[in-house]
């Protein structure tokens, strides 16, 4: 297992179309998180599964945003009608325990840049 | 929204020296973690340390948590030049599953 994948690594995309990234996490981890982080700022949770079950949502996920884990394996995370201010890096992590007793492992990212 | 707060903002040390990074929290904590972030890449796990626990180290690492306080402080002993790169501490509350996270202190060690 190499980690915890994200694809694509960098999207450009012009401001109105939609964008779909995907996480692969570690096989073994039943939990995985979306988060997203701007430029100085640290990441700002947006959702996380448990398997195939959102568990909770952050209010900075607006109805433009959906998530989907639906195997309880990978999982894309989706912005319709993109807007400018959603350009960020898009993080994603994986983790093998709840309560975060253990720390999670990030992806690389999504970097979106919204022109 | 963010839980945590570091401080400093930015710290610039020379290679050798030890560097200070202090985290504030808001909430009561499960656990407290430290993360590093090299530039433009994603987050790794550097330490994580208990509600239960006072102190704890790793290699060059050592952490503190006051839960009195609300307060972590991370010390990273004879500073590399390697270890350039921001510094996050990630708070995981009692009542919920998801870690939240400061904004950082940005460490630059010079050699």
């Known amino acids: 297992d190499t980690g915890v994948s994200q694809d694509p690594r960098h999207k450009i995309t012009k401001r109105g179309q939609n964008v779909t990234f995907r996480c692969d996490p570690i096989?073994?981890?039943?939990?995985l998180y979306w988060y997203r982080q701007t430029l100085g700022q640290g990441p700002e949770f947006l959702t996380y599964?448990?398997?195939?079950?959102?568990?909770?949502k952050s209010r900075l996920l607006s109805d433009r945003f959906s998530a989907e884990r639906p195997k309880g394996s990978f999982s894309t995370l989706e912005i319709q009608r993109t807007e400018q201010g959603d350009s960020a890096m898009y993080l994603c992590?994986?983790?093998?325990?709840?309560?975060?007793?253990?720390?999670?492992?990030f992806g690389s990212g999504t970097r979106l840049t919204v022109v | 929204s963010q839980q945590g707060e570091e401080d400093p903002q930015a710290l610039s040390i020379q290679e050798g020296e030890n560097a200070t990074m202090n985290c504030s929290y808001k909430?009561?904590?499960?656990?407290l973690q430290w993360y590093r972030q090299n530039s433009g890449r994603g987050l790794v796990h550097l330490i994580l340390?208990?509600?239960?626990?006072r102190e704890k180290h790793s290699g060059r690492l050592r952490v503190t948590l006051d839960t009195s306080k609300k307060s972590s402080s991370l010390l990273i002993t004879a500073s590399r030049a390697a270890d350039t790169a921001s510094y996050f501490c990630?708070?995981?509350?009692?009542?919920?599953?998801?870690?939240?996270f400061g904004a950082g202190t940005r460490l630059t060690v010079k050699p």
């Open positions: 992590a994986s983790s093998l325990e709840s309560q975060g007793t253990y720390g999670y492992t």
């Open positions: 096989s073994e981890h039943n939990r």
């Open positions: 599964f448990q398997n195939e079950a959102q568990l909770e």
């Open positions: 909430t009561s904590i499960n656990n």
């Open positions: 340390i208990r509600s239960n626990e």
């Open positions: 990630a708070t995981v509350p009692y009542n919920n599953n998801d870690m939240r």
